[in-house]
T-cell receptor
Framework: NAGVTQTPKFQVLKTGQSMTLQCAQD?????MSWYRQDPGMGLRLIHY???????DQGEVPNGYNVSRSTTEDFPLRLLSAAPSQTSVYFC?????????????FGPGTRLTVT | DAKTTQPPSMDCAEGRAANLPCNHS???????VYWYRQIHSQGPQYIIH???NNETNEMASLIITEDRKSSTLILPHATLRDTAVYYC???????????????FGKGTHLIIQP
């Protein structure tokens, strides 16, 4: 199993550009989530999905869109990048019952918006 | 989620046991204690969790005091690869999936010395 994979590893965008961060998992997990991690802020939940076709907002959803057309993939779209979206983005997946406490994280995408 | 308090940093000699404390004096009866770690530039990794009994798995042991107001994560034979930031989280298990998300505080930076 590759686990949770994320692409790209690094990305630099200009303000106003759009892009999609890719996330895929090969563990047949139902639950997938996107977090951002900023220095001194810890992890913050952006969007999550409890299954294909179902998504919902987390703590900081503004400026981001998600979709979940398959169990495996959960892309995160930045609609119009802003410097405040400079961060490290982590995708995570889990499945009940262990998913109540154990999430598997990808290696992260480091995004800089200039 | 109950608030947790961890020392900002700790050192431990390679091969010795690393004992990481966590205070959670406002923990409620249905909240579990979880531990995750994050090795530099990687995604967070689940370590262990518990409610009130001591727990052990292949990675670590978790000792929770009888009043549940504090706990200790024990890495029995620390190696250089255990150098990471360790996060203690107290929360009700999210059986709905990623809806609540994981909230990491500042954690403890554990440095294993050769």
């Amino acid at each position: 199993n590759a686990g949770v994979t994320q692409t790209p590893k690094f990305q630099v965008l200009k303000t106003g550009q759009s892009m999609t961060l890719q996330c895929a998992q090969d563990m047949n997990h139902e639950y997938m989530s996107w977090y951002r991690q900023d220095p001194g802020m810890g992890l913050r939940l952006i969007h999550y999905s409890v299954g294909a076709g179902i998504t919902d907002q987390g703590e900081v959803p503004n400026g981001y869109n998600v979709s979940r057309s398959t169990t495996e993939d959960f892309p995160l779209r930045l609609l119009s990048a802003a410097p405040s979206q400079t961060s490290v983005y982590f995708c995570a997946s889990s499945s009940p019952p262990r998913g109540a406490y154990e999430q598997y994280f990808g290696p992260g995408t480091r995004l800089t918006v200039t | 989620d109950a608030k947790t308090t961890q020392p900002p940093s700790m050192d431990c000699a390679e091969g010795r046991a690393a004992n990481l404390p966590c205070n959670h004096s406002t923990i409620s009866g249905n909240e579990y204690v979880y531990w995750y770690r994050q090795i530099h530039s990687q995604g967070p990794q689940y370590i262990i969790h518990g409610l009130k009994n001591n727990e052990t798995n292949e990675m670590a042991s978790l000792i929770i005091t009888e009043d549940r107001k504090s706990s200790t994560l024990i890495l029995p034979h620390a190696t250089l690869r255990d150098t990471a930031v360790y996060y203690c989280i107290v929360r009700v298990p999210s059986y709905g999936g990623g809806a609540d998300g994981l909230t990491f505080g500042k954690g403890t930076h554990l440095i294993i010395q050769p």
